[in-house]
Each structure stands twice: as C-alpha cells, then as structure tokens.
C-alpha cells in the first residue's frame, strides 16, 4: 500500500528532511511515547536529537544558522513528529512561532541577538496572549504595559495563561494593551519580547512562572500561567522596535497565529495516519471467521474512509502552508485546515 499523504512537488532536501525526521520518529519517539505520556515527563532526550537534527533553527534564515526551510517543510515535520506523539510537536510549535515573529516583525538588533541562539535550540521560544477572562477575544486582553517613571522603557501587570513552554523558554512574545489614543483597541496593543531564566518561580524581576497546570492530557510539555508584576521591559522589547512596533501587537499576533493553525491542522494529520497505520496493522494482523479482517467489507469500507479524511485533510493543510510561502494570506484556508483535520482526526482516532 502506498503512503497516505504524499505532497507533490517536494523539493530533495524537502524530502531528505521529511526522510531523517520519519526515522527519528521511528526509533526515538514511538517506542518512548507512551511511557513519557503517562509520566507527564518532559522528553529531554529527544529534545536534545531534534536540536542536534537542527529542527529548533528549522525555518530561521541560513545567516543566521537556521535551515532557512519554508512554512510547508515545517508543517510536513510537524505531521511526523505528531505522528509519533503530539506533545513533541508542542515544544517546537511555539519556538517556531516566535522565531517567525521576529524573523519578519523584529529589528535588525533583535534578529542579530535572538534568532542564532534560537536556531540551535539554546533559546526557546514561548507565545503569549490567552489570559484568565479571554483567550480568542484578544480585544478582552487586561495585562497592560505603561511607560516606566524614566521614560526608557515599560511597566507591565497582569496575568497570562496557557504557555505552552512556559518553564523552559527563555523568550516570551507577550501581547498586552498599551494606551496610545488609537480608536480602535487593536491599535492599542503591543507585543513585548519578555526574556527570562529557564524555570519556575521568579524567571526575572517581576515575572514569574508559578508552576505546571495539570492536565488531562498533552502531557510531557509544560504548560503554565504567566504573573507579571511591575515587570519592567526595555523599549528595545517591543517586537519591531519602539518606533515601528507600539500599537501594532495585534497584526503581528494574528501573523503568527496563522501560521499556528498550519501547524495545529499539521498535528492532527499525523494522529491520523498514526491511527490509520495502526488500525491496517491490526486489519491484517487479527482473523475472525476465517480471514482477516481487512478482507470484511464493513471493515475495508471503514478503512477507506478513514484514509480518505486524512487525504481530504493533508490537501488542505497543504495547500496553506503554501499560500502563506507565496507570501499570500492564509487566514481562511489556515483555519479551514485546522477545522477540517481536526474533526477529522477525531473521528479517524
């Protein structure tokens, strides 16, 4: 049978990519997945080989020691690495996330300083802007930065919640309101480049991380809350610097967030050839009244539809990370992407 999910047009090193990461998935995550899960155990050892493949500096520009690979590579790693388990693929999603944001947001000072650290690993990125009272409705957002009693820089108070990599990033993209007069509050928001310590507690004065939120699942990654009090930023953290950056935290936000979808829909497709794998596996393996069960009707209909919604998802999934590359917005087909290979997924499982 041959694989489901095949992206034509791939370019060689695409598909040598594609080839490494299947095997590291192979052989060091699938066989470890499932005893990490359950132990809620951060996974340091294939933290470790990823970064020694590389795949922390996956998209960041070659000059500054990235790959220099497009959106769709990405999202073709992501689908393997969920493949193997899903909590891996978390702990380079919002690394990735900020590593674009100040690829294409940031000043000159801030792509010098953080994205050589990022491309090996040794600085990892967090995303910030869910709160306790807002998560898509940003406009809702209450932390908010004012200018500090010296002028050179901002105060920030407020709570965050849900970042994944909390713990172990070193910089946080943090969206929060700042009063600048615009009309509209989209025009009166910003994004801080907060850095901090690796860990919990206070990571830097006045931020502090205070400890794993515990859930039901997406185990192994860290997910945290976020207490900023009377923390104070350099005008050199606004993202794009305080001359272009104040005021325009929104867009560069929803900039990002499309790419997140990609990658959200990304995951969901390798769940679901993961479970498609493993249920031809069982077809085959298991016989009742006298032949396998892949030769019952009811079960090859089951399984071809299953591989026909994970198909239906890769395509789309695809084909946004493609536009995005193109430099062409991908807001709608992002979020179809994300709708459609998640429901999928869930009915594929």
């Known amino acids: 049978m041959a694989r489901l999910a095949q992206t034509p047009g791939l370019t060689d090193l695409q598909q040598d990519i594609l080839t490494a990461v299947r095997e590291f998935v192979d052989k060091e995550i699938i066989p470890h997945a499932q005893h990490l899960e359950h132990a809620d155990e951060y996974p340091e050892d294939i933290v470790a080989g990823m970064a020694g493949m590389g795949l922390f500096g996956l998209t960041i520009a070659e000059e500054y020691g990235g790959l220099g ?65 807002c998560g898509s409705d940003v406009a809702a957002i209450r932390t908010r930065a004012v200018p500090s009693a010296a002028g050179d820089g901002y105060v920030i108070n407020g709570q965050k919640m849900w970042l994944t990599n909390g713990a172990r990033s070193s910089v946080v993209a943090t969206l929060v309101k700042t009063d600048l007069g615009a009309e509209s509050v989209y025009g009166n ?28 699942g997406y185990k192994g990654v860290e997910t945290t809350e976020m207490i900023l009090s009377d923390a104070v930023a350099p005008a050199s953290a606004v993202l794009g610097g305080p001359d272009d950056g104040l005021g325009r935290g929104f867009a560069q936000m929803m900039d ?94």
């Open 69 to 133: 690979e497009s959106l769709l590579t990405y999202a073709l790693v992501v689908e393997e690495l969920s493949r193997g388990w899903m909590s891996i693929s978390g702990i380079v999603n919002t690394h990735f996330i900020v590593a674009y944001l100040i690829a294409r947001h940031g000043t000159a000072e801030q792509r010098a300083r953080l994205l050589p650290r990022m491309a090996t690993g040794e600085v990892r990125g967090a995303f910030s802007m869910s709160e306790p009272g």
């Open 256 to 349: 990002g967030i499309e790419v997140g979808r990609v990658n959200v829909a990304a995951r969901a497709c390798g769940i679901s050839i993961r479970a498609f794998e493993l249920a031809v596996a069982y077809a085959q393996q298991r016989e009742t009244f006298g032949k396998p069960l892949h030769e019952h009707q009811a079960i090859a209909f089951k399984l071809a539809e299953m591989g026909t919604r994970i198909e239906a998802a890769h395509a789309l999934m695809v084909n946004a990370a493609r536009l995005k590359d193109s430099g062409q917005r991908n807001d709608v087909e992002a979020g179809m992407a994300k709708l459609l290979a998640s429901e999928f997924c869930a009915e594929v499982v």
């Open 189 to 216: 928001m910003t994004t801080f480049l907060l850095e901090k310590s690796p860990g919990f507690g206070e990571t830097a004065p006045g931020l502090t991380i205070p400890g794993k939120i515990e859930k039901m």
